[in-house]
């Protein structure tokens, strides 16, 4: 086993106007935009599976225009997750996973289910929504992530049933939304969202180096100290994890030269 798992950071999405000249080189057709931006960092996440289906073909597509190494991770459709009764979605998450996305074969990564601000923690209903989420899905391994934000899941019984399905419970920072870094999986999923556009880099130099030192640790094993917790009893099996950390929402325009310069930190770091 490696000493240490993969670290990966991306952006949302690669079709944005205002990377168009700052981002993309001006001469690159929009059709090349994802053959671009995919070797450029490697994972993104995918907000259009959010609002609706995609075709089998269109996974196909965008798996054969990344290269080896690139993943994609998927937000869960929102029909599923803003419904009332999470236990009765079971129907509605197999359309999700039949739609085609076993398509994007070795470049498929996380699913993130994210949920609205206004759904609160319901210890029964929500176990019973986590018990719904596969393991595989047509020989694929699934890796399941739950974006939460309301104040209510801010609790010990949200970790423990994360921890006991093996899904992560994604560490969002945010303005307004609880911040929960508890680990509950074999990888880490991390979506940064305090970017500044008035900064070259989204962040500033410092707290990109202290967002690459967080990455370090998770992906050995390890649980940074200087997070917030839900659990104050936070203890964590110490073997190497995956870890995908996305630039995003503020600071938009400059998170592609954000999710570049942390990169380039992993990768000097070895």
Sequence with gaps: MANKGTIRAGIGGWTFAPWEGTFYPDDLPKRRQLEYASRQMPTIEVNGTYYGSQKPETFAKWASEVPDGFVFSLKGNRFITNRRVLAEAGESIERFLTQGITELGSHLGPILWQFAPTKKFDEVDFGAFL???PEKQGGLRLRHTVEVRHPSFAVPEFVSLA?????AITYAEHFDYPEI???TADFVYAR????DDD???AYAPAALGGWAERAQLWAEGGAPDDLTYA???HGVSQKPRDVFVYFIH?????APNAARAFMERIEAAG
């Design 199 to 201: 900064i070259p880099t």
């Design 192 to 195: 940064l969202q305090k970017g």
């Design 231 to 233: 659990d104050a009893q």
């Design 181 to 183: 870094a508890d680990i």
């Design 250 to 254: 503020e600071g938009k325009v400059r």
């Design 163 to 167: 921890r006991k399905y093996g899904v």
């Design 131 to 133: 018990a719904l989420l």
